[in-house]
């Protein structure tokens, strides 16, 4: 049970890195709005198939949190695919160790929590790595990441009431695709009205059905991840499979290096080493 568990709490992490890659490519050929559509349309397409396998009824409170959670996501995807469409994969999603400390932040101000003196310390040491990382050589703020941090803590929001709809229910498929559903009428409307005027043209190395290709794997997979990450904290094994998340930018940023021979300032890699530390303190805290 244990093993099974440590697997189901791993894989979300895994299968992000790579989708980020997916991402990266996507972003850069097609957009910022065409990346969104793309990948917040196909990634219903796993959950619409959960859904229908585990489908039972569930209740208006469960259904409200669930829309609130894909306002919060289509939000996150507009923003960070923006980021990621001029930026390194590597910095973009290190910005994504933002999240404990913003977790924290909402049980404080919004649900009266208390919470320990070391999960307190973590948050504050998580605030200063991503200050690190989103900084140049010059220890100015490049602004071209900002979209990406405020994606993260749009994300959080995401989790935050889907993981209330998903335990609230007891189900996943549900809550995800009443999320996923808002999320991309929301991109669609967004995407609709700044699109209308555009066309896409693709470049001599990536014809559309490739970008249609890649729009699919990357959203399927993305969707397979939240599904996964859904199960996990349907299972209360959300602590753990925090561990594995904080360690995910390591992989996206050797994967990277690998495929797009990223490289970061070592300013950047002290503020992810000490971003990792600070959600390692709360995860353990």
């Known amino acids: 049970?244990?093993?099974?568990?440590?697997?189901?709490?791993?894989?979300?992490?895994?299968?992000?890195?790579?989708?980020?890659?997916?991402?990266?490519?996507?972003?850069?050929?097609?957009?910022t709005f065409r990346t969104s559509l793309l990948l917040t349309g196909f990634g219903i397409l796993p959950?619409?198939?959960?859904?229908?396998?585990?489908?039972?009824?569930?209740?208006?409170?469960?259904?409200?949190?669930?829309?609130?959670?894909?306002?919060?996501?289509?939000?996150?995807?507009?923003?960070?695919?923006?980021?990621?469409?001029?930026?390194?994969?590597?910095?973009?999603?290190?910005?994504?160790?933002?999240?404990?400390?913003?977790?924290?932040?909402?049980?404080?101000?919004?649900?009266?929590?208390?919470?320990?003196?070391?999960?307190?310390?973590?948050?504050?040491?998580?605030?200063?790595?991503?200050?690190?990382?989103?900084?140049?050589?010059?220890?100015?703020?490049?602004?071209?990441?900002?979209?990406a941090l405020l994606a993260n803590v749009s994300w959080a929001g995401y989790w935050i009431f889907a993981s209330y709809a998903i335990l609230a229910s007891n189900q996943v498929g549900t809550p995800l695709l009443i999320s996923r559903a808002t999320g991309f009428i929301i991109v669609i409307i967004f995407s609709g009205l700044l699109l209308a005027k555009s066309s896409f043209r693709p470049s001599k190395n990536s014809s559309l059905k490739y970008v249609i290709i890649l729009g699919l794997f990357a959203g399927v997979f993305d969707a397979v991840g939240n599904v996964i990450f859904g199960y996990v904290v349907n299972l209360n094994l959300l602590s753990i499979a925090s561990i594995f998340t904080a360690a995910m930018p390591l992989f996206i940023t050797a994967l990277g290096y690998l495929i797009y021979g990223e490289r970061m300032t070592r300013e950047q890699w002290v503020g992810m080493a000490v971003a990792i530390a600070g959600a390692l303190i709360i995860a353990v805290g």
């Open 47 to 147: 959950i619409l198939a959960l859904f229908f396998y585990s489908y039972s009824a569930t209740s208006s409170y469960v259904a409200i949190l669930s829309i609130i959670s894909g306002i919060f996501f289509a939000l996150g995807a507009l923003l960070y695919y923006k980021s990621l469409e001029t930026e390194q994969m590597s910095n973009s999603s290190a910005t994504g160790l933002a999240q404990p400390a913003i977790l924290i932040a909402f049980s404080i101000l919004v649900l009266n929590e208390s919470i320990s003196v070391l999960q307190a310390i973590g948050g504050l040491i998580i605030v200063a790595g991503v200050f690190l990382i989103i900084t140049n050589k010059k220890m100015e703020v490049n602004r071209r990441l900002i979209p």
């Open 1 to 31: 049970m244990v093993g099974l568990a440590t697997i189901a709490a791993i894989l979300p992490a895994i299968i992000w890195a790579f989708t980020v890659t997916m991402e990266k490519r996507l972003s850069s050929i097609a957009g």
